[in-house]
């Protein structure tokens, strides 16, 4: 009991820590002292608590060995878990199946594996199947799979999905922007910008969503109070930098160069900072779509920041181009498919309907 006591006392220490890699060793090590103290229950609160850390701090490669505990226990003893935390793990479950897909470092099998324990889990509560439908519909499109992808997603829809509403409908028009099909993509964004919606990350995360496919459907104008809307919060969220990417390619293909520079110096990480591998890939590849439509507008006012260290845009627009096709590569070496290097050739190339917005009618750089 008096070691069960230390656990649990070092426990509430380490949660009370903000997030960062001190929080991760210091649960870590709770993990490994209720281990030896046989307190199984504070072992899986401090790795449920693990989990969700590293999860929100981009440590994808740290999810497959905790999941796997943590599913093994609970099903060891079941009792073990009961109300939020059943919940909790299943939804890190869900994120661990999303982070698979950030790094060519993860086994998409695993990933698999994950999606087949969470069919069963929503099975076996008589849950509706969307949330696993889901994510295997992005799985499917990741390699490149657009006819299976795009049947989980009708699945999805029909048979139901209890997933945030907000996170359902931004996963569907991703895929569907992704697939050039603009109407589609805004037609299902309503639950996603709603005032007052639960979840955390809208209404930004769907007015991002939303930015391609109002420039594809010629309403640019739209595109831009969206991308005004959700820029006062990406441009300060570490997490966002794929959603920054969205952004970028606006800003690129609607002739706002110079916003768009400040914003790509002050997200892109150098080649030996730590970032999720498709966040930099995608990053760089609208980089260097910003690069090369820069260079051809003869409108164009250009202002590179030292940061990027290269004013030449051609030059920079090179480095960009070869550091995300060297991410794409790896991402398709371990997919068996060529579908990311195809994707950025296909944004390097993009070319959307729509007319140069300009400059916003304030704010300061990379802040419109």
């Known amino acids: 009991m008096r070691a069960s006591g230390t656990v649990a006392a070092a426990l509430a220490l380490a949660r009370d820590l903000p997030d960062g890699p001190r929080r991760l060793f210091e649960l870590a090590a709770v993990a490994a002292l209720a281990d030896a103290a046989r307190a199984p229950g504070l072992g899986l609160a401090a790795r449920l608590d693990l989990l969700e850390t590293a999860l929100r701090l981009g440590e994808g490669p740290r999810t497959p060995a905790l999941l796997r505990w943590c599913l093994t226990t ?95 409908a931004v996963t569907g028009a991703e895929l569907l922007g992704g697939w050039g099909d603009w109407s589609g993509a805004l037609r299902g964004l309503a639950p996603a910008l709603v005032a007052g919606s639960p979840c955390t990350a809208a209404p930004e995360r769907g007015l991002a969503a939303a930015l391609l496919p109002y420039l594809g459907a010629g309403q640019p104008e739209a595109a831009a109070r969206a991308h005004g809307r959700a820029w006062r919060r990406h441009r300060r969220e570490r997490a966002a930098s794929r959603t920054v990417a969205t952004h970028l390619r606006f800003l690129a293909l609607t002739g706002r160069y110079r916003q768009g520079f400040a914003a790509l110096a002050a997200r892109l990480p150098g080649p030996d900072e730590p970032g999720s591998e498709l966040a930099v890939m995608e990053l760089a590849a609208a980089g260097a779509l910003l690069c090369r439509r820069a260079a051809t507008d003869p409108l164009a006012e250009v202002s590179v920041p030292e940061r990027l260290a290269e004013p030449d845009l051609a030059v920079l627009g090179g480095r960009l181009r070869d550091r995300a096709y060297g991410l794409a590569e790896r991402f398709d070496a371990r997919n068996g498919t060529r579908h990311q290097s195809d994707r950025m050739a296909d944004w390097l190339a993009e070319a959307l309907p729509g007319r140069r917005l300009g400059p916003p009618a304030a704010g300061p750089a990379g802040a419109d």
């Open 74 to 168: 609970v099903e060891r003893r079941p009792g073990l878990l009961t109300g939020e935390d059943d919940e909790r793990l299943r939804i890190a479950q869900e994120q661990a199946v999303a982070a698979t897909l950030d790094t060519p470092r993860l086994d998409l099998a695993d990933a698999a594996t994950l999606v087949d324990d969470l069919s069963r889990w929503l099975r076996s509560r008589g849950r509706p199947p969307g949330r696993a439908y889901r994510l295997r519909a992005r799985l499917a499109d990741h390699v490149g799979d657009a006819a299976a992808a795009r049947s989980w997603l009708a699945r999805a829809r029909a048979e139901g999905d209890d997933g945030c509403p907000a996170c359902v």
